[in-house]
């Protein structure tokens, strides 16, 4: 595709609900990225996947944060158990390889609200 | 540990004028990248500038640029001839590694008709 594709765009999960976010990156890219960004804040590192591999999930908050990545494309966030302080747009983020230089292109993200 | 600061959360400037946004970060790497991006207000984030850390020659995109002074660890933007167009989000980054970007709090930034 044209860019970095995310959905839902918006979600409303009740308290306790499980929830899945999608990302579809660029064609090609090998890298791909997850962010949380809390309303009014910078975006913070979730997991780092280089192909089907996860090589870093060192900014998952807590067990109820799963990612998984198992064809090296589309990639999938999952919520287990979701409380208010979830709340938050996730940015999906992909690049070409993960080198310094490398441009990390990002999707518009997906706005949580938990209830 | 790796951080970027920005000290300033809101800024504003007159259209057709110049702003400078303030950022600066620590590491221990000796060699890193640092970006600004743009976000609007549909989330979407677009990178505006980037710049190695070994170059000691400022970075440049048409009305941006920016002043990185590596020993004071310091990397403002300067936006020039400000549009309506400029007015976002603007997040300061730094990548050591090959595995994250660190993002600074941002800055908000109006530009005035």
């Known amino acids: 595709g044209a860019g970095v594709s995310q959905s839902p765009r918006y979600k409303v999960a009740k308290r306790g609900q499980d929830v899945a976010l999608r990302c579809d990156p660029i064609?090609?890219?090998?890298?791909l990225f997850w962010y949380q960004q809390a309303l009014g804040q910078g975006p913070e590192f979730l997991t780092y996947?280089?192909?089907?591999?996860?090589?870093?999930k060192s900014g998952l908050p807590s067990d109820r944060f799963f990612a998984e990545r198992p064809e090296g494309s589309v990639s999938t966030l999952k919520i287990q158990r979701t409380q208010q302080e979830d709340s938050a747009v996730y940015l999906c983020a992909s690049s070409l390889i993960g080198d310094r230089n490398t441009e990390a292109f990002f999707g518009q993200g997906t706005r949580l609200t938990v209830v | 540990a790796q951080t970027v600061t920005q000290s300033q959360p809101e800024m504003s400037v007159q259209e057709a004028e110049t702003v400078t946004l303030s950022c600066t970060y620590d590491t221990s790497e000796s060699d890193y990248y640092l970006f600004w991006y743009k976000q609007p207000p549909s989330r979407q984030m677009i990178l505006v500038i980037r710049?190695?850390?070994?170059?000691?020659q400022n970075a440049t995109e048409n009305r941006f640029s920016v002043n990185f002074q590596k020993a004071a660890k310091s990397f403002s933007l300067k936006i020039s001839d400000s549009q309506l167009g400029d007015a976002a989000m603007y997040f300061c980054a730094l990548k050591t590694s090959y595995d994250k970007v660190i993002f600074g709090p941002g800055t908000s930034l109006s530009v005035i008709p």
């Open positions: 996947f280089q192909n089907e591999a996860q090589l870093d």
């Open positions: 064609s090609g890219h090998v890298s």
């Open positions: 710049q190695e850390a070994y170059k000691q």
